[in-house]
């Protein structure tokens, strides 16, 4: 059953109500038409709760805009929702990526996350390449997808908004992998459901690394505003050492926004629930508003906290990774770099959802510490222990 508008409604019953569901709640195609967004399709999902969001087709079906009864979840950096066809993938050495890089949610991939990387290319059999070059977080972010269909789907009484699409990573003499994405939110509901699987097309046994950037501001993120995670051990801290409380900002509580302030990293390792669940929140507590993040453990062992609290940059990235903050040559060091042979294939089921009051902010709250407490201390000492990653 559908609940809008604080009433349980069978199909029928929403059906004499409206002559359209888009009266109430819908998925619609785009295209944006001015600066540098012009030309990028995008699709507007509404599912009646005051939860807004958008997709861009034509950068990986990523999520830019997300908002829930007119307030903003998803950070808008100054760089906007650029046409692929203006990105320098090579430029600024490797750190062009910054000129891409805004919204809710931004895929890194499917090769290569983290920073610029020179790998040996032996693998793809062709003399004159002798390296795979990549850049800051991989090229998938500002790949085209084809759209392979949306709408809406009654299943019952519950309808069920979709998108799906393919994006495809491909080069000759080199990597051929496909993001198969799926997107789906319910009516009357809070949740964004994220269903990924990244498919080797070629013959080319390819590494496949793969992370999500979901960045959050203003007004969930504030001064005061919380970091609410099950963390069992802080693992790293790019700023550790005799600056680490240089800037003023630790880990779990956020300042307001600081001029001059330089990014900092952590790698928390997390606890999962019973069904091999983590979920990690943003909480505003006096405004009684908040997002949570649930992934599996599994699929993505690895967390980073991102924090870039620069006035006019404000924002918090939560985001789950295949693999840890070290990088390419550490996972491979340790046996721990995904290598797909040709139809070999990794999921990725992921939710994302809004914690439209107070109560489900609590709620939220005390899900995440009944499975682990997170450490009082702003500024805990990594211990630079990175648990084994298996399964690969």
């Keep these: 059953m559908t609940q809008l508008y604080g009433r349980t409604l069978s199909r029928r019953a929403l059906s004499e109500r409206t002559g359209a569901l888009s009266q109430f709640a819908g998925v619609r195609l785009a295209t944006l038409g001015d600066g540098v967004e012009r030309g990028v399709r995008q ?11 958008t997709v861009l087709i034509d950068r ?21 929702f650029r046409h692929p066809g203006l990105h320098e993938y090579e430029g ?8 891409s890089f805004s919204g809710l949610m931004v895929t890194c991939g499917l090769d290569h996350v983290l920073f610029m990387h020179d790998d040996p290319a032996e693998h793809y059999f062709y003399g004159p390449r002798k390296t795979v070059s990549s850049s800051l977080h991989g090229r998938v972010g500002t790949i085209p997808a084809r759209l392979t269909g949306y709408g809406e789907r009654w299943e019952g009484d519950d309808c069920i908004l979709w998108a799906e699409g393919v994006v495809q990573q491909a080069t000759v003499f080199g990597e051929d992998l496909h993001l198969i994405r799926r997107i789906e939110a319910t009516v009357g509901g809070d949740e964004i459901r994220l269903h990924d699987r990244v498919v080797n097309h070629g013959f080319y046994r390819t590494p496949h690394m793969y992370c999500y950037h979901i960045n959050v501001g203003y007004p969930v993120l504030d001064e005061g505003a919380r970091y609410v995670a099950p963390i069992r051990d802080v693992v790293w801290a790019a700023h550790a050492g005799e600056d ?20 900092q990293v952590w790698q928390h390792d997390m ?8 979920s990690v929140a943003l909480v505003n ?21 991102w924090q870039n609290l620069h006035a006019g940059h404000y924002a ?25 042979e040709h139809g070999e294939e990794r999921c990725y089921d992921s939710a994302f959802r809004i914690l439209p009051d107070k109560a489900a902010v609590a709620d939220a709250v005390r899900r995440i510490e009944g499975v682990q407490r997170q450490p009082e201390d702003e500024y805990p000492e990594p211990s630079g222990v990175y648990p084994s990653i298996g399964g690969r």
Excluded at 43 to 53: A, D, K, M, P, W
Excluded at 271 to 278: L, N, T, W, Y
Excluded at 295 to 303: D, E, I, N, R
Aim: some cysteine.
């Design 92 to 99: 600024e050495g490797g750190l062009g990526w910054f000129r």
């Design 316 to 340: 918090v990235g939560i985001e789950p990774s295949t693999n840890h903050v070290l990088g390419k040559d550490f996972a491979r060091d340790r046996g721990e770099l995904i290598q797909l």
């Design 43 to 53: 699709l507007e999902f509404r599912t009646g709760t005051g939860l807004r969001f």
């Design 271 to 278: 606890a999962p629930d019973a069904e091999g669940r983590v």
């Design 285 to 305: 507590e006096a405004l009684g508003f908040g997002f949570e993040v649930e992934t599996l453990k599994s699929q993505f062992p690895a967390m980073y906290e």
């Design 244 to 263: 680490y409380r240089k800037q003023g900002a630790g880990y779990r509580t956020l300042p307001a926004p600081i001029r001059n302030f330089h990014e």
């Design 60 to 80: 990986a079906m990523d999520i830019a805009e997300c908002e829930h009864n007119g307030r903003a979840v998803g950070w808008h950096s100054p760089s906007g």
